[in-house]
């Protein structure tokens, strides 16, 4: 059976080039600083952000916790988004790990959080945990892949700055917002603090994220980041497919964003109301789907039965997002496919 996976960005295989440069990578302890190909990615990567340092980490998830430390102490409160991969999506690893109170709001329905209600959930009194960082994603995932411009990215980093916070930016998918916006990143990154990508999506890598900040900051990361078990000694052997994924892999995320435009809009005209076509704005498509005769998670089941595989996020909530392992063809045979799902379905 033909399959066709739209699960996520995650499922994308390293290239050959990948594959090459992992054999002939030059690797050391990197437990020691002395891995010449991590430390050749770690500072690609804090170049692209215009950051002073990087540090090379397991995962995004693992990035984002270590920023979360290094920024706070136990006690502190953070604001996020009450859709964030920080709160969501780790298993409770922030509030567990890190010792912080998540201070959650809602965005808009592409994504955005209000100034306004940022403001309002700062607290600085003694009585309440200290607002200490404002972590905001780009994109927003669990909004569609929706995009933060630089002009918003700016006037977030004005609100954290004026009251005392931090400003950490997981840009896990940053340069598909870059790619879509037509900018640098740089232009994305350069007011927040300190910021989290991910290789292992779009980019291809088989695993790795890197996050990026002043010097001092990433120096202090590095304890963390020894304390959570993530150090990997010779990791330049991995390394090495986040320097092919920097060279080339950035400019063809366009192609994803195609993509998911066409499925979006496929998805769409077979069943009206079904996406928000404003809330793609990159590779995710997130779409919504109830019926008094199948459900959300029925209709993944079915669909994955068929060979089109999709993810339910929760209650009338599925994602798919596009990547290099779907071609055009695919989105369209994963199109037919859904039509033969929701025929008749009321
Ligand atoms: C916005 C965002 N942040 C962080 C992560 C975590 O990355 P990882 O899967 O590498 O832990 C993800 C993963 O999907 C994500 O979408």
Redesign the pocket.
Same mark, same amino acid.
């Given at each position: 059976m033909k399959i066709v996976d739209l699960r996520?960005d $995650?499922v994308t295989k390293p290239t050959p080039k990948m594959l090459e440069a992992m054999t002939r990578a030059e690797v050391g302890d990197d437990g020691l600083g002395e891995d010449p190909t991590v430390n050749r990615l770690e500072e690609m990567a804090a170049e692209r952000m215009d950051k002073e340092d990087g540090l090379f980490c397991?995962?995004?998830?693992?990035?984002?916790l270590i920023a979360v430390m290094t920024h706070t102490r136990p006690g502190d409160g953070v604001i996020c988004d009450e859709n964030?991969?920080?709160h969501k999506? $780790?298993m409770g690893g922030t509030t567990a790990i890190a010792g912080v109170t998540l201070y959650t709001l809602m965005t808009n329905h592409i994504g955005k959080l209000s100034l306004k209600e940022i403001e309002d959930t700062i607290n600085l009194n003694a009585r309440y945990p200290r607002s200490k960082l404002l972590v905001v994603?780009n $994109?927003?995932?669990?909004a569609g892949g929706t995009i933060l411009t630089p002009e918003e990215t700016g006037a977030l980093f004005s609100l954290a700055r004026r009251y005392g916070l931090k400003f950490h930016l997981?840009?896990?998918?940053i340069f598909n917002a870059a790619i879509a916006l037509g900018v640098e990143p740089k232009r994305l990154t350069r007011d927040c603090d300190t910021v989290?990508f991910?290789l292992?999506?779009g980019l291809s890598c088989p695993i790795?994220?890197i996050l990026t900040g002043p010097s001092d900051f990433i120096k202090e990361a590095r304890r963390f980041r020894k304390m959570l078990g993530g150090v990997m000694r010779q990791v330049g052997v991995v390394a090495a497919c986040g320097i092919v994924a920097l060279q080339e892999m950035v400019d063809r995320l366009t192609e994803d964003h195609q993509k998911a435009r066409r499925l979006a809009e496929g998805l769409e005209n077979i069943r009206k109301g079904m996406v928000r076509l404003e809330t793609v704005h990159t590779n995710i498509v997130c779409f919504e789907f109830s019926s008094p005769t199948m459900n959300c998670m029925q209709l993944v089941d079915k669909l994955g039965k068929k060979g089109v595989l999709a993810l339910h996020i929760e209650g009338t909530k599925c994602r798919m997002v596009t990547h290099k392992e779907v071609s055009f063809e695919d989105i369209d045979y994963a199109l037919g496919v859904a039509e033969g799902v929701l025929k008749g379905v009321r």
């Open positions: 996520s $995650t397991a995962s995004g998830t693992m990035a984002n964030a991969h920080i999506l $780790t994603e $994109t927003n995932n669990l997981d840009g896990a998918r989290m991910c292992s999506k790795g994220s």
